[in-house]
């Protein structure tokens, strides 16, 4: 141990700072990154789809789609997932958009109450 001049332990004042450091520790919480992933896809939007529609005008009225598969030209799959951070909070929907001849004949999935972004 090797004492300071005005006869105090390095020991003692190291192991109070750690002491304090641990207890401050252990309330403060880490900042989380709330995600989002994927296209938004609204109830408005789905209700604009109308069947026979054009993949041009499903691409307007959707947007660009999340993936397009190499093996399944005709099925359009737009994901969205979000995830909060702090609250541990998980939303995701998928929605898929089926071709027949270059026309919508119709959707599957569901927003249900995911539909709204955050």
Known sequence: ???????????????????VMLITSACIKPYRVEVQQGNVVTQEMLN???VGMSPGEVRFVLG??????????????YYYGYHSGRLSKKKQHRI????ENDKFIRLEGHLGEQA???
């Not at 090797?2 to 002491?19: C, D, H, K, Q, S």
């Not at 898929?96 to 071709?99: G, P, S």
């Open 1 to 19: 141990m090797t004492i300071f001049p005005n006869g105090t332990y390095v020991v003692r004042g190291t192991l109070t700072i750690a002491l």
């Open 48 to 50: 604009e789809l109308k």
């Open 64 to 77: 660009t789609p999340m993936l397009i598969d190499a093996f399944h030209p005709d099925r359009w799959d």
């Open 96 to 99: 898929t958009v089926v071709f």
């Open 116 to 118: 709204s972004a955050p």
